[in-house]
Every structure is written in structure tokens, then in C-alpha cells.
């Protein structure tokens, strides 16, 4: 019998089944300045001890997208080393500041299973969440993905869909958020004097800058995530692939644009949810990323009067820039996007 | 109104004129690292912490130039976003050590503005300044670029430019070197035997050494920087340009010339200050680095006998080795040579 | 005279001769982070210090061959600036963990010296140590290469060849594991359930996935290592030389090889000894990466019931599966292979 990891397939999986993902994780200072060389993002909070310890920070905490991503990478080899697509997330919550130093853990619990027709496949949702060493839960979220069966000829019978939620409601956000000395919020140094009053719903927003991917930068970011997708490293399997070339990382794509988003809004320096989010279209090295976002939604947060929270859509593009705000069309998408993706952000008021 | 950064057009500029720079930084060990790993620098006293605590330093200071380039990107979107030019830069002084786990911030006043005759753009100097978490001005220098106009016809009247030195004086040299254990200066460890004494005026030193630059290291380099300059990141648009291909930072070559001198002058552990510097040419991906230096001066520091400076001119070139020295010549400079920067160096006696 | 390392020649070396090294170097949680992005490397020990504190240790160790790297890289300038090739590796323990914030200094002894028979090289044996801050060897290996004579006329009569052992023996591994408490090694975080006791002698793993390299990967890892040796970084000289390429460090196929052993190994969290390496083939930019391993012997460890070890022959290739084991044959290796190397790691019983 094989030592090597298998993957589970969709007849291994069991509502209510809940899996501890290997690798247990410090992040660390070292994490923090790999991923500002990997996107250079520049959001105040992030980037200065001292100016979070202004705010009522006890230091700098790191961007929230590190810690997703680094708590997703655990759940791939027991989620979707043999999915054959990845079909979405939501209901993603920032519940708990993560700083240098913290051990992260992840949990995955299955909440549905759904076998597709054909019978050669089904549809796994996952609760994922990602703990630190104290036990507190420091971000969840819900993931589906399709996954191979390892007998198309036996029916599993799964048929239970969750319900999601399109979007997170606003007394659910901003827990990771402490109180803040908003009058300290410095916006000579956070880039911009645009607080939460002054973004309106409807208004877009290009984010102008381009930024282009190689193949040694989105290798590095997934494995520093300990991220062991296939498919992101392997250019002699890939090679003869589908694309002819190694995929990268969704993820990366969604730091990128938000990394690209600081120039327009500067001091949404928190991630609060990330409400749902869809690749559309595979980025490869050589392609430039850009990005536009749109403002859907403005709420205030219960009993809060520091900050307050943009909903925003974020669309990233490739090889084209967003100054005509590409998104939906009839068709789908405009062949240029490849993400969107619908987040919470907290900005000061 | 655009919420993104329009930059600043040479109109926006006024002499006196104070700009303190957006996102602050704290630098950490893991800077640190990315710069060893970008460079190879071997310097001993910035590499250990033992070393440094040997001859007094309270541990490893960070990179000299990793210190410049942080402030100096922090300057980018407020200075040179609207940069036909970056024309030179002089009077750079490192006056504090910085250490793991300061804070930085970043701070510009307009000495000077001229228009130039043509009415479309105009030079700015401006000294910039980066200052710990305690208030400690940690380096300075002047910058001057050339920069658009919004509106060519209507002139600004500007013609104020200030006086430079050709060099700083000694004794505005070596505040950042505490005095120093020299006795216990370990030369094995330090990787050459050549002490002050040992270099003469007029000394040229061939470094020997190539290195070649890729896509991604130029890239993480000057996002680690957070330089948002467009030009190093962004192919989709500079494919079209004038080079077809991404230009690489400036500092980034200044850096590379830097830990190619350690073979040669290995004992020169701090850059006390930076007299001046050109970019003769730009240097793209693919292309190998070569580096040389003249000794030009030589001066004890005031009041110490524990260190002594050397002033070197250190010449970078591309493709080509630098047995012969390549400098200047009639036509200007070698066809090789892409950078010519003059440097206090200082060394234990 | 020159002022730049000329390297040592065979003439230079004397058996007895103890060279201290250059560049002391403290290894921080910066370098750990760009290790884990460089290879993804996954063992739970090194990735957590909550996972290695719950077993026992302080905190998270360092990752043995990054610190066999590191003062591996030490070396270089004195032993094998002037090495026509580096013919092999033999005894290396790894003797004390080592932890962010050590600082290590590199030692090597001669320990023997024969002239080749053509008068033009002879090869160099050495013994290099790695110790840390507190005076203590973290590890020690044997390393012999093949140097140019100064001056091929004049023979120098070395002969003198040390005998090497085939492999450490069991009593003289795992000094750097603390006693474990490893009824508290959680194998669901660890990433397997098998442990020492489930792996048997004669037992092939196929670790299944591929990694293909960059240029930016390896010049990052090997200059992260302060290693000097010219064809790792110089395209200019090595695209007129032999192989039209730069050559990948052999160190960075080691730590890869290692990494991919996690699929299969995932509780081998320690590396007690590298009995010995070849170096097969070399490696290039663009090419992928697979491994495999055999046990080829077992032991438990003298007065300890907590961990035991395991022999394997680790085997890399290059862009080739390794399902069908390849590794020698009547000519030699099958001619994917590019490494071949014999370790002894330790697992929890």
C-alpha cells in the first residue's frame, strides 16, 4: 500500500465529516516581507508597527490575503488533489488579527455533497477555518469543488446543497478590527484622505497600474503558502496539457488586485469578508494584471463609529486595462477579466 | 474627482514646499534576507549579529542601500510619478544604523524648481529624508528629476537651483558607525586582510565577478521597496515603449555593483555616504552585471582612529568584464558602462 | 597586488591546515520563509513552533540542509574557487539544532591531499564544521574536490588519501533531536500516519510530483546561501561555456528532492546524516524536478525509544516520472537521474 498521499475522492467524503489538514504553520516577519516583494502592497496598517500602534493596533498585523492564503493551501491535499474544478467560495470571514509569530492550524467540515448526474463526479462544500494557537478562529469560509469519484458505476446518493449567503451582513464584520484611534489615522502616511464617507455606491474606480506575473514569483508565492496544486509547478506534466503551461494560483490573481487597488482606495486597509469570488479566465506568466472595482454597498458597523464598510466588487483583467471598466457582458464576461470577485472592506470613518 | 494618484505635475511644486510620503515601513529580518538573497551581499558586519556585537554594533545593522531604497521608494508616487527624467542624485548621507524592527517614514522638501526653456516640463530638487520610530533622521540626499507640466503654455517663472557639493566632507561622515572594537575586527571572518591603510589613492580594483539579472528578482526587489515606478512592472505597456521591455530600477544595479565590491573591498562595510550617482544606461533582464572601483580620496574621520573613509567612484557595466576599467571616455562614458557613482566607504583601521 | 580572492590552488592546501571562513552569518525567520518558498518544504517540526513545542523543542528548527547550505556556502571562496569539479560529499551529522537568531561561523580542516597523476590538479579533502554562537558544531561533513595546480611542472608529492566511511553509524545519529514526547507527535498535522516501525527495508516510495525550476529560484537560493561559485549566476561567461547555461547549485536538487520526500515521508522530520551525495547530472532552468527513495536500512537509536531512523538512497531526476525507480544500471544511472544521494533520516516511533 502507497505512503504517499492519494487525495480524497468523492466517495470518501461524509457530511458532518471533519478533517485536520496537515502542515501547522508559524507566519512570520519573514512571510510578511515575501509577500510585499510578491505584490508590493503598500497599505499603511501592514506595512508600519508604528503606525498600527497608533491606531490601537498592538503591531502591525499581516495582510489579511497572507493568512487566507496560507490557511487554503492546508486544506488542498485533502480537499482538491483530485477535483477536477475548483467552483467557488463564500461567506469568508476575517474574525481574529493575525500578527508574526502566531502558529496557524486548519479544519475542514464537509456541509454538502452533491452527486453530479453523470455519476462520474460530485460537488463537495467544505467549511474551512483556520485557528491560532490561542484556539481562536481566525478567518472561515466555504469552499465547493468538483471532485472524481473513484467508482462512476455506484451511486453515492448525495444530494444535500447548502445554503450560502451572497454576502455576509454587516453585524458580522469587523471583529478583527480592534477599536481604533481613528483621529491618529494619519492619511499623509496610510496615501489618501478618501475615508468611508467618501465613497459612494456606484462609483468606479480604476486602479491604472499593471503589474506582470513570472513563472519564479507565483512558484514562490504558492509554496510559501505550502500550496501543492499540481498544476502551478510542474511544467513537464502541464507542458502537455490543457493550457501547454503551468496554471497560477487563483490567489494570486485576487493579491495582485487587491495589492493594485491601494491606488483608489488607500485606506480600505482591511479585508472584513470576502463575500464570493469566481475565476473566470486562467492567468499565466508573461500576462499583466490589472484592476478596476465597483462600490455595491456602504454599511455602517454595530455599535462603531471608528470605521466603517465598503462592499465592493473587484474585477482583475489581463493584458488590458480597465479605464472602460470591463465586467459582464451578455456573453459572460468581457474576454479580458479574469477575476471578480465581491469583498468587505473596513476603512476608517 | 479620480480618487486614484494623478501625481505631481511640476506646477504642484513650490520651493519650501513639504511632503511627508505615504506608508510608513518597519524593516525586519525578513528584508533582510530578501536582500541577501537578491544580491548576494557578504559584508560580515551586516550578515551576523555576533560579528557586529563583537566590535560594538548592538546587533546587525541592515543594508545601507536597503535602507536608501526603502526611502527612496517611498518618494516615487509624490515626486516622480510625472517623471520624463530621473536626472541625478547627490549629498546622500547615512547619519543612523537601522536596525530590524525600526520603523521608517519618509519625508521631501523642494529646494529648487526650474523651468526648462522648452515650457513642457521642468526640474524639482528635492532633499529627502527617512526618520526612525524615535524621530532620528537616518539618511538624506537630494534628488532631482524632470518633470511635465500640466499646461505648457503658461510659464511658471521657476528658476531657483541650489547649490550642490560635489562631495560631502569628511567630517560630515561616519555618524552611523558607532566607535568601534577594532582590535577585535576578525579578518578572517571579514573575508580579506585589507584594512584603510592598505588602499591607496588612485588604486582601481576589478571585481571580477558577473551577475545576471532575471524578471522576477528586479521585481520583488522594487516592490519590496514599495517603488510603484510603472516602468519596472508593467510589460503589457512598456512592450510598446520606447525598449520593448521592462526597465530595471536604478538601485537595483547600484546594489549589485555594491556586493560584486565585496571581492576587492571586502572591508568597506558601510557606505557612509553617497556623493552622486548616473545611470549612463539602462540595464534590462537577461544581462550580466560587472562592477569596478577607483580609490579617488582618502580621509581620516574626525576624532576617530577606529574607522577611515574612502571615496571611490564605482563603475557598473553590462556584457562586458571590467579588466580594462571601462569609465568615461570622449564621447562620454564606455559603451558598456551603465552606472558611475561616486561613494564614501568606511573602513577599519 | 591584487586586493580580489584568488582562490586557493592545490599548492596552497596542507594537511593539518584549518581555514576559517568568511561571512559569519545569523540564520533568521527570514531566510526559513524564503525556504519554504523556495522548495514548499512541509515537515510540521520546521513549519510550526507550536507543533515543535508540543514534541518537545524550544521552537521550530531551521531546516537541516538550509543550514548545511549556509555553511556550506562559507566554504566556497577557499576550498573551491578553483575546483574543476566537486567530486563528492561523505559524512555529514547534523549534531545541534538550529534555530532563528543563531549565528554560525564556517571551519574547514584539511584532512587529505593526492595529486592527480596528470600534474595539472590534485584533489582536496576536507572536513568543514558549521558552529554556532555558543561554540557548539551544528554539523560536520567530509567534502573532497579536484583543484587546479598552480604551476603543473612542479609536482608536489601529496599522496595522502583519508579513509571516509560508507555511512555513519546509528549510534553516531540524532544528537540534534531532543528527547521527544511523541505521544503528543500529532500524525494528522504531521501530514501521515506512518512511523518508523511502518516502514521496512527494501520499501520503494515514488514521491509522485514534479517541480520545474527558474533562473530566479535558484540565483535567489544559492545567494541566500552567500555561495560565491561563478556558473550558478554569470549567463555572460556561461553562455559561451560548456553546457551554453548557467548551472544549478547541486545543493538546491538536494533541498528539492527533499521536499518532494514529503509525499511519502512525512514524518522523516530530521535529517541525522548525509552518509553521501553524487551530483549525476547536471540541473537547468526549465527542467522538472521527481523523486524517489528506497529504505535500504533501519535502526533504532542507542537508549532512545521515542525516535528511530531510517537509511534511503534518495534519488532525483530530471523531467522524467519516477514510477518505474530509476536509478543505476549496467552503464551507470538511467539517464534521467541526476542525483543520487544516502541519508539517514529520523521518524517518531
Redesign the interface.
Given at each position: 500500500m502507497?505512503?504517499?498521499?492519494p487525495g480524497n475522492f468523492f466517495e470518501d467524503f461524509s457530511v458532518g465529516q471533519v478533517i485536520?489538514?496537515?502542515?501547522?504553520?508559524?507566519v512570520?516577519?519573514?512571510?510578511?516581507?515575501?509577500y510585499?516583494?510578491?505584490?508590493?502592497s503598500?497599505f499603511?496598517v501592514q506595512?508600519?508597527?508604528?503606525?498600527a500602534r497608533s491606531i490601537g493596533y498592538q503591531r502591525?498585523p499581516l495582510d489579511d490575503l497572507l493568512v487566507f492564503h496560507i490557511v487554503f493551501g492546508k486544506t488542498v491535499?485533502d480537499i482538491s488533489l483530485n477535483a477536477v474544478a475548483n467552483l467557488g467560495y463564500a461567506g469568508c470571514r476575517f474574525l481574529v488579527p493575525v500578527f508574526?509569530?502566531d502558529?496557524?492550524?486548519a479544519t475542514s467540515e464537509v456541509i454538502g455533497l452533491k452527486e453530479n448526474s453523470n455519476g462520474k463526479t460530485g460537488v463537495v462544500y467544505v467549511r474551512s477555518c483556520g485557528v491560532n494557537?490561542h484556539g481562536d478562529t481566525v478567518l472561515d469560509y466555504v469552499r465547493w469543488v468538483m471532485v472524481r469519484k473513484k467508482d462512476p458505476a455506484v451511486p453515492t446518493g448525495h444530494d444535500s446543497v447548502p445554503s450560502l449567503p451572497a454576502a455576509l451582513a454587516p453585524d458580522a464584520l469587523g471583529d478583527a478590527v480592534p477599536i481604533l484611534d481613528v483621529e491618529d489615522f494619519d492619511t499623509?502616511?496610510?496615501?489618501?484622505p478618501?475615508k468611508w464617507d467618501?465613497?459612494e455606491v456606484g462609483e468606479r474606480?480604476?486602479?491604472?497600474?499593471?503589474?506582470?506575473v513570472?513563472?519564479?514569483?507565483h512558484?514562490?508565492?504558492?509554496?510559501?503558502y505550502?500550496n501543492?496544486a499540481?498544476v502551478h509547478?510542474?511544467?513537464?506534466?502541464e507542458g502537455k496539457g490543457r493550457f501547454g503551461r503551468?496554471l497560477i494560483y487563483g490567489g494570486h490573481v485576487i493579491s495582485l488586485a487587491r495589492a493594485l487597488s491601494f491606488?483608489?482606495?488607500?485606506n480600505a486597509f482591511h479585508i472584513a469578508a470576502i463575500n464570493g469570488g469566481r475565476h473566470v479566465a486562467p492567468l499565466f506568466a508573461?500576462e499583466?494584471v490589472?484592476a478596476w472595482s465597483e462600490i455595491i454597498d456602504k454599511a455602517a458597523l454595530p455599535a462603531r463609529d471608528d470605521v466603517g464598510a465598503l462592499r465592493i466588487r473587484l474585477y482583475a483583467t489581463k493584458?488590458a486595462?480597465c479605464s472602460a471598466y470591463p465586467g459582464k457582458n451578455e456573453a459572460g464576461y468581457e474576454p479580458s477579466v479574469i477575476l471578480d470577485t465581491d469583498l468587505w472592506l473596513v476603512l476608517p470613518r
Open positions: 502507497s505512503k504517499t498521499n485536520r489538514h496537515a502542515t501547522p504553520r508559524t512570520t516577519e519573514g512571510d510578511a516581507s515575501l510585499t516583494a510578491l505584490y508590493g503598500r499603511a506595512s508600519s508597527d508604528a503606525f502591525a491535499p508574526p509569530g502558529s496557524l492550524t494557537q499623509d502616511l496610510s496615501g489618501s478618501y467618501d465613497y474606480i480604476d486602479h491604472v497600474d499593471g503589474m506582470t513570472e513563472e519564479a514569483e512558484q514562490m508565492a504558492t509554496r510559501l505550502q501543492t499540481k509547478f510542474n511544467q513537464f506534466t503551468r491606488n483608489g482606495l488607500s508573461g499583466t490589472f493584458d486595462p
